[in-house]
């Protein structure tokens, strides 16, 4: 059984910082990647993770900014988000994949969490 679950979510102001955490619960290693869904939005690919931590993919939007990275004895994937911009407010997802694939489509992943969500103040 696998469960993802999001945490570090909150209200910063704009030019701040937040960091998310997905811990993941699960048999085997898993591709994790971050999407996130604005109010009236589709859901968007943010950064992504192969579970050998060699492959790392970012939205244009987030490059520079965010950084994945993963700490396997804890079991999660973290997402360090700085320069935060009011337009990255969102509910983040975090999302894994056993086969992988196209990392930035989210059909490729099977797995959710719940979400957590950011808001970023002007």
């Known amino acids: 059984q696998v469960q993802l679950v999001e945490s570090g979510g909150g209200l910063v102001q704009a030019g701040g910082s937040l960091r998310l955490s997905c811990t993941v619960s699960?048999?085997?290693?898993?591709?994790i990647g971050w999407f996130r869904q604005a109010p009236g939005a589709d859901r968007e690919f943010v950064a992504a993770m192969g579970w050998t931590g060699d492959n790392i993919y970012y939205a244009d939007s987030v490059k520079g900014r965010f950084v994945v990275s993963r700490d396997d004895a804890k079991k999660t994937v973290d997402l360090q988000m700085n320069t935060l911009k009011p337009e990255d407010s969102a509910i983040y997802y975090c999302a894994g994949s056993l086969m992988g694939g196209r990392p930035r489509v989210e059909q490729t992943y099977e797995y959710w969490g719940q979400g957590t969500q950011v808001t970023v103040s002007a």
């Open positions: 699960a048999r085997t290693q898993l591709n």
